[in-house]
């Protein structure tokens, strides 16, 4: 019985009790190109340091409204060419915990495609106002505020898919990057509605998305809208989760009318068809669930 009570009291050495309350829910396998939530949960308040991909995110835990419990959430996403192994490390107070999380291979598909030449080569007159343009992007999905995303995302607009997320693109016989976001089917005109709330960062006519909206979701999530035909928000303006903020169009680099819906995470592209409460009918292509299975209270790799 004293060997007992000495092999115990070293383990409570070893693993402080308190790394016992908190509970972790990462998932352990995650598709390349989507977005997953991760969240730390305890009795008490407390906030949450997430390092993932070189960058470290805080978030200040929220108490549930009916339960005596305290929640820190954050959504990470992994890039749609990632292949090794990734590490979060979460760190709590007087804790450190460090999970592994395996990117799953996906099959990306080809989109050819005919555009107006000036889109494959521009012009000389045209670079100023892409570089512009690019300087402008780079700056939005900088931003880190506090949450305001939740799940599921509003749907933007009513339509399909014409092209999915991810797809290898091929303009005019020129292969160009990945498509990074999805193109929904809709005729000129549709109400354009925010996924979620949160804050415009931009409104802007851009030379390869025409008509543009970003959409500042806190913690690096920025959700964007290109192609629209007219905008009814302008910078800085406060939106709520289903509210129009525009009109779908033709404008930029386009082969007609449609929304080109775009959802990023710390900078990453992600396929946010998975998120949406009502996922649209897809034409082929990768949207399938973020998890291969339901994520649960995972156990760290390490503590200390």
Known sequence: ?????????ILCLCFPLSAFGAEFSVPPRVSQGHAFPVSVQDDKPFSALFYWRGEELKAKAVKHPKKALWKAEILLAVPLDAQKEQVLSI?????????????????????ILKVA?????????AMAQIERDRLLSRKALASRTEKRWSLPLKRPVPGGITSVFGGRRVFNGQPRAPHKGTDMRCAEGTAVKAVCTGTVLL???????????????????????????????????????????????????????????????????????????SPPVLTGGPSRSIFQEQPKASKPRSAR
Do not use: C
């Open 1 to 9: 019985m004293n060997l007992l009570r000495a092999f115990l009291f």
């Open 91 to 111: 760190t709590i107070p007087r804790e450190k915990h460090e999970f592994i999380i395996t990117p799953l291979a996906v099959n990306w598909p080809k989109s």
């Open 117 to 125: 030449p000036r889109y494959v080569a521009p012009p000389a007159e």
């Open 203 to 277: 409104a802007e006519n851009t030379y390869f998305g025409g008509k543009m909206v970003y959409l500042d979701h806190g913690q690096g999530v920025i959700s964007t809208y290109a192609h629209l035909s007219s905008f009814d928000v302008r910078p800085g303006d406060s939106v709520r989760k289903g509210q129009v903020i525009g009109r779908s169009g033709a404008t930029g680099r386009v082969t007609g009318p449609h929304l080109h819906f775009g959802f990023l995470v710390q900078g990453v592209a992600v396929d946010a068809m998975p998120l949406l409460h």
